[in-house]
């Protein structure tokens, strides 16, 4: 007899087989009578590689000189399969008199999706660890996508806190950070405060010292996730160090520790190690994919020069000069894409700007909406992008900012502008609330 369980999208697929009589596994095949009893004999495991045999016999509940039934087998099969350990279990299994010899073969599911436990400010890392891996075997801070794996770090943590009497709820969020192209397991506490009470900075601090006081300033008061912690730090605190030319500056994850007294009850302290590196300047920027606009066009357009401190923000705000000229001659799907390469010998940070200008678009028609006649046609009358020309997707602001200074416009406008895939056409629509 062979049984298959698939894990696909965690629903259950089961398929069975019954062989020729003259099998040695036919002996099997009458399952729907009255269930036999049988001792298990030999059990081999064919596909495991990750987990150790103790613990895959242990979680089966199916040991040498154990007494059951083939129901049991089969459940042993879906309980396997619901811890989320695995992609597929099939069991097979030989019966000669009462025993039974059992085969089971596994194909494990695939880990690698960071796990985050996010505000367990009472424990330490290494008792959160323990306590996961006694339930999730050979976890290593990492943890394979699927509800059975979520559902028992959940539960495990859940029990966790109630041995400190934590009236606290363990949810669970799957955060896509497209900034730093992963995923992740996030486990979090709610129902507890536990506001910040201060928040210090420890390593490298010469360049930003005090800027980064001030702007640790505004996380006190606010209830401690470090996902939102390290969420403020790439927005709100490496910029600052990304404006000086500090490429390489890091803030290492939060270090937090229980505090409280009269000011800040059941609060915590936060401290953020700070690794500023050295400051670079702008080497040489180079183009590559352009094709409406040349290279010689493009870099024309950045106020970032060779030498200069190799300001982020800066460089930002360059590109979005040039996505605005393309913009300009209807490429309104242009995408760049900025490589570093960072020079440590010279301390200079050079840069591949891939650009893809997607295709052409030409204007298609115009609405004007929401306007008397008389200043509906005025207005009219003021646009200059005929049907067929080339699409300037900045023009319509412009042409709105141009009609209010003239009085035509007095009120709040909303516009819109729709392309036409197929047709390479924008239409473009004007409502005007006036009152």
């Known amino acids: 007899m062979y049984r298959c369980l698939g894990n696909s999208a965690l629903s259950l697929l089961v ?10 596994f036919h002996a099997a095949a009458n399952e729907t009578e009255t269930p036999q009893v049988l001792m298990v004999g030999a059990i081999d495991i064919s596909g495991l590689e990750r987990y150790e045999r103790e613990w895959f016999i242990g979680a089966s509940g199916v040991a040498p000189g154990q ?37 089971w073969l596994v ?26 891996a006694r339930h999730v075997p050979s976890y290593d801070g990492t943890a394979p996508n699927t509800e059975g794996v979520v559902a028992t770090i959940s539960r495990v943590l859940q029990d966790l806190l109630a041995t400190r009497s934590i009236k606290g709820t363990v949810e669970y969020l799957r955060s896509i950070d497209p900034e730093l192209t992963y995923d992740r397991h996030v486990f979090t506490v709610r129902g507890v405060s536990m506001p910040i009470c201060s928040v210090t900075f420890s390593g490298e601090l010469a360049a930003a010292g005090q800027e980064l006081a001030q702007r640790g300033v505004s996380l006190i008061g606010t209830d401690y996730t470090s996902h939102y912690v390290l969420g403020f730090t790439r927005q709100s605190l490496l910029p600052i160090y990304q404006r000086r030319g500090y490429l390489r500056a890091r803030v290492g994850d939060p270090r937090v520790k229980a505090h409280s007294d009269d000011n ?22 180079e183009w590559a994919g352009n094709k409406a606009l040349a290279s010689g066009a493009l870099g024309s357009l950045m106020t970032l020069e060779e030498g200069d401190v190799a300001d982020l923000s800066k460089l930002q705000d360059d590109l979005e000069r040039v996505r605005n000229a393309y913009w300009r001659i209807g490429h309104i799907q242009t995408n760049l894409t900025l490589e570093p390469h960072l020079d ?3 301390l200079a940070a050079n840069y591949l700007v891939t650009v893809d200008e997607g295709p052409q678009y030409r204007m298609g028609s115009l609405t004007i909406a929401g306007l008397p006649d008389a200043r509906h046609r005025q207005l009219l009358a003021r646009w200059r992008l005929a049907r067929g020309d080339v699409y300037d997707a900045l023009y319509p602001k412009e042409f709105i900012d141009a009609a209010r200074r003239s009085g035509i416009i007095r009120s709040s406008v909303h516009t819109k502008q729709v392309p036409d895939n197929d047709k390479r056409l924008v239409d473009v629509s004007i409502t005007v609330s006036d009152k």
Not at 107 to 131: K, S
């Open 344 to 346: 440590d010998a010279r």
């Open 107 to 132: 194909e494990e599911v695939e880990w690698g999706l960071p796990v985050l436990l996010d505000n367990f400010i009472w424990f330490t890392e290494a008792q959160l660890w323990e306590a996961i």
């Open 264 to 285: 800040c009850p059941d609060g915590v302290k936060v401290t953020l190690s700070v690794q500023e590196g050295s400051s670079y300047s702008l080497g040489h920027v």
């Open 67 to 103: 007494e059951i039934t083939l129901a049991d087998l089969h459940s042993a099969a879906k309980h396997l399969l619901g811890t989320g350990l695995f992609e597929r279990i099939s069991d097979r299994y030989m019966i000669k008199d009462s025993t039974i010899d059992v085969t």
């Open 15 to 24: 398929f069975s087989l019954a062989l020729v009589a003259l099998s040695p």
